[in-house]
């Protein structure tokens, strides 16, 4: 006959696991997001430097909170936008984009993303989609 073994000295207590996510990385990924939005840019061109580690703590226009409890995320994404785009709709855009990409990449719960748009940026005749001459009439002779 077998004996019982008293599994009780068998028995391992439950792995706790988590993870932590810096400030800066969720940082670089809203930085990606608007990289990929046509129209849009920081106040101050700080993409190069964060992507590359230099000064990332310090990202201007972007200020990220974290609720380790409720592993939420809140944001706010200060942002020029080319003259001419409609300004309700590229904010939604990025609003959008940037919950999807940080919920996806991080598993973290969005629960605000504040956009203020700071300021116009003109484009030059070059970066037009339509160059000036394209859209004058054409006279006939």
């Known amino acids: 006959m077998a004996e019982k073994l008293d599994t009780?000295?068998?028995e391992v207590p439950k792995t706790t696991f988590s993870h932590d996510i810096e400030t800066r990385v969720i940082q670089v990924i809203i930085l990606q997001?608007?990289?990929k939005i046509v129209g849009v840019s920081l106040p101050s061109s700080t993409l190069i430097d964060t992507l590359f580690g230099r000064e990332v703590?310090?990202?201007k226009g972007i200020i990220v909170e974290q609720?380790?409890?409720t592993h939420s995320v809140k944001a706010k994404i200060e942002i020029h936008v080319d003259y001419g785009i409609v300004i309700p709709?590229?904010?939604r855009e990025v609003?959008?984009?940037v919950v999807e990409e940080i919920t996806m990449l991080t598993g973290f719960h969005v629960a605000a993303v504040h956009?203020?748009?700071k300021?116009?940026?003109?484009k030059t005749l070059s970066e037009q989609p339509y160059p000036a001459q394209a859209l004058e009439p054409k006279v006939r002779v």
């Open 8 to 10: 009780k000295e068998f």
């Open 33 to 35: 997001c608007l990289n």
């Open 57 to 59: 703590e310090k990202v």
């Open 67 to 69: 609720d380790s409890k």
């Open 89 to 91: 709709k590229i904010t």
């Open 95 to 97: 609003q959008e984009r």
């Open 115 to 117: 956009v203020v748009v």
């Open 119 to 122: 300021g116009l940026s003109a």
